[in-house]
């Protein structure tokens, strides 16, 4: 019997190497994705093995979408033993929001909402599931947190008093924070709730299920097409600067094996905490867990941050 992990996202950059990774380790990966087709070439790409894989539809920017993927994974009649929550887009160059079918702004539906209500509702999948040792994983980013060099950079991540989802988060209002629309922050925004997910995962639930919830920074994996939104010259520089310049710069391969082992080894089994690697980039960087940045590790703004979630993807 093989161990089953959901890896969303799972047709490019991290979460396609993450997939390669588990399959190796003989799991089997269900592979949540927006665009069949694509992941299943992207699975054919890097070699993953037919019967390691299987593909389902997901549309992490529709809460519908999020809704009948659990159900369709119910339906297969397979256990879970680790969710990955990976999916994510960045559209720096956004004049206007995009919303959601539900009219929220994109980039926090797709990144913190959808996972928020898959975590949610895969918790019952997870505690049904007979395995002894089962984990959520969801990444993170070094820019998530001004304290670190990687976030400096402006604009900062700012959840405010998060009145933006208090008031509804449908138009006008495309932030958190219910400010002037900003498509970098709400980028960094999505991971903070990512990052605060976590945590409240960990603090409701890890005594009660034995589940063990991590987030993790993999390294600045500068070549993914996480980048394609942005400017062609920007994509051209980043990946050169991260590796000659800031030393931050891990490749695909690595990223997701780093992924697969903070899901399936015992060193990684402490819940509640973000991994990050020393040196980066070098294989052998020693992992160790990180202090998240004080937005990140404030827990009145989690509460809020998870209550006012609930209400906004339906739960409550
Ligand atoms: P990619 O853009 O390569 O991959 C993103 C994945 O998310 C793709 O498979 C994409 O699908 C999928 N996706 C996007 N929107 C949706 C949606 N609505 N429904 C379902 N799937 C969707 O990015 P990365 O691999 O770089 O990023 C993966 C994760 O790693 C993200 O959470 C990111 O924040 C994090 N991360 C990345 C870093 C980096 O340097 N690249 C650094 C730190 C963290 P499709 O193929 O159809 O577009």
């Not at 899901?263 to 509640?272: A, L, N, T």
Request: proline letters at 6%.
């Amino acid at each position: 019997h093989k161990s089953t992990v959901v890896i969303t996202g799972a047709s490019s950059g991290v979460g396609l190497y993450a997939a390669k990774a588990f399959a190796q380790r003989g799991w089997h990966v269900v592979m949540a994705c927006r665009n069949l087709e694509k992941a299943k070439d992207a699975a054919e790409s890097v070699e993953i093995p037919q019967d390691s894989y299987t593909v389902m539809h997901i549309d992490l920017g529709s809460l519908d979408s999020v809704r009948k993927f659990v159900n369709d994974f119910r339906a297969s009649g397979k256990s879970l033993d680790a969710l990955v929550c990976n999916a994510a887009i960045y559209m720096p160059l956004l004049k206007e929001p995009q919303r959601s079918p539900e009219g929220y702004e994109l980039t926090m539906t797709t990144n913190h909402l959808g996972h928020f209500l898959l975590c949610n509702l895969m918790l019952e999948d997870l505690k049904n599931s007979p395995a002894t040792d089962k984990r959520v994983v969801i990444l993170g980013t070094v820019t998530h947190n001004p304290d670190e060099l990687g976030g400096k950079i402006p604009p900062r991540p700012d959840l405010g008093n998060l009145d933006g989802f208090a008031e509804g988060f449908k138009a006008p209002i495309s932030m958190v924070d219910g400010k002037k629309f900003e498509p970098v922050k709400a980028y960094k925004d999505s991971k903070v709730c990512n990052v605060l997910t976590m945590r409240e995962l960990h603090r409701r639930y890890h005594d009660a299920t034995g589940i063990t919830f991590t987030s993790l920074y993999p390294g600045c994996v500068a070549d993914t097409p996480l980048f394609r939104n942005h400017y062609p010259l920007f994509q051209k520089l980043f990946p050169l600067f991260q590796k000659y310049i800031t030393g931050g710069y891990v490749s695909q391969e690595l990223a997701g094996e780093r992924v697969a082992a903070v899901v399936i080894d015992p060193e990684y089994k402490q819940s509640g905490v973000y991994w990050s690697w020393g040196n980066r980039q070098k294989k052998d960087g020693k992992p160790f867990v990180q202090k998240v940045s004080p937005q990140a590790s404030d827990d009145t703004k989690a509460e809020r941050m998870w209550d006012l979630s609930e209400k906004l993807v339906g739960l409550a």
